[in-house]
């Protein structure tokens, strides 16, 4: 008996189908500094032009994945969104340097060839880029049935970045007194869903297509929010203010919540306290909450709680930061401070 690939479990024709649909979806993130190359092994990005010139040059780069919110996304069958999850985690880190995003790659593994899902996922992916600004220069796809079942997939994303380096943000110059200045994330965006999953579908018993009175929407609205980008409103903060005189650090709130985000750039002799009076979280944290019985302590542990970036600026221009971002229709406001200690985050109320 001869042996195919098909019969391993990878049907070259139908992965040829599935290629044909990405190019186009590409071509929609190209900027003017992606390089054509048809056929080409790898992307060609230009890093200077007449438009965009950096003195000393420092490429920044940034991968992650969206974790077992792919499981929520295969329950309710929708998969365009969690392609701008993958940007946004990946994007928001290296935009915490200061930097611009450049391109984008993405790695997408599955069991068996889908060509209708992969289009929603990549069609997904470039919509984050669209909203970043970066071109989706390339990326993979895997066929591999003997790793993952049939309906199985993951994500994985890498995001490169470019900063003049005399204006990285590194939080170096950090100091007790400083303020946090903070702006609202969409939801959980994409940490914790282990535990939101197990809160929701085990403890509380729901299921996807749920409705969910107190929200207005139901269980896959909710849970497949994508995480917010901040690439427009990061630009325009550090086109505004000095870094290292007004603008300090920038922490992107994921996995470990506001504590350990924030206390990750602080400098030696430096803590933070954040007042949590000064914030209302998404009230999906409150849902959530509630169906899992989760205290508090570990809805901060584990959960942004509604906020998803925040910068650490000098005191004098905590006002002037807070009115900036407002007037760029962004919400912002001072939820702490910076105190003497050691990398430490103590919250009160």
Request: proline letters at 5%.
């Amino acid at each position: 008996m001869s042996l195919s690939y098909k019969d391993s479990g990878v049907d070259l024709e139908l992965y040829e189908q599935a290629m044909g649909r990405i190019p186009a979806l590409l071509a929609r993130t190209n900027t003017p500094r992606v390089m054509p190359l048809p056929g080409g092994f790898a992307g060609l990005f230009k890093l200077q032009d007449a438009a965009h010139k950096y003195r000393d040059p420092v490429l920044v780069s940034g991968t992650d994945g969206v974790g077992t919110k792919i499981k929520v996304a295969h329950m309710a069958g929708v998969y365009d969104t969690i392609g701008i999850d993958l940007v946004g985690m990946c994007v928001n880190d290296c935009l915490c340097l200061g930097a611009e995003p450049l391109f984008f790659l993405d790695y997408v593994a599955m069991g068996k060839d889908n060509p209708d899902r992969l289009t929603q996922i990549v069609k997904g992916v470039t919509d984050g880029c669209v909203q970043a600004g970066t071109a989706l220069l390339g990326g993979e796809t895997a066929i591999m049935p003997d790793i993952y079942s049939v309906d199985d997939f993951d994500l994985a994303g890498f995001c490169v970045a470019v900063a003049d380096k005399d204006k990285l943000i590194t939080g170096a110059s950090i100091r007790p007194g400083d303020v946090l200045v903070a702006i609202p994330s969409s939801g959980f965006h994409s940490n914790g869903y282990s535990l939101v999953r197990k809160a929701v579908f085990e403890a509380g018993k729901q299921k996807i297509d749920s409705h969910i009175p107190e929200l207005g929407k139901t269980v896959a609205e909710a849970l497949l929010t994508p995480t917010r980008i901040y690439a427009s409103q990061v630009a325009s903060v550090v086109s505004k203010f000095l870094v290292g005189v007004e603008l300090l650090g920038i922490a992107h709130i994921t996995g470990g919540g506001l504590g350990d985000n924030i206390t990750r750039l602080l400098p030696e002799g430096c803590a933070i306290r954040i007042d949590r009076s000064t914030w209302t979280p998404n009230p999906v944290f409150s849902w959530v909450q509630g169906l899992g019985q989760i205290e508090r302590e570990e809805m901060f542990r584990v959960f942004n709680m509604g906020i998803g970036m925040v910068f650490i600026v000098r005191k004098e221009a905590a006002d002037r930061v807070v009115s900036h971002l407002q007037s760029v229709g962004e919400p912002a406001y001072v939820i702490g401070e910076v105190t003497a200690g050691e990398q430490t985050c103590a919250y009160e109320a």
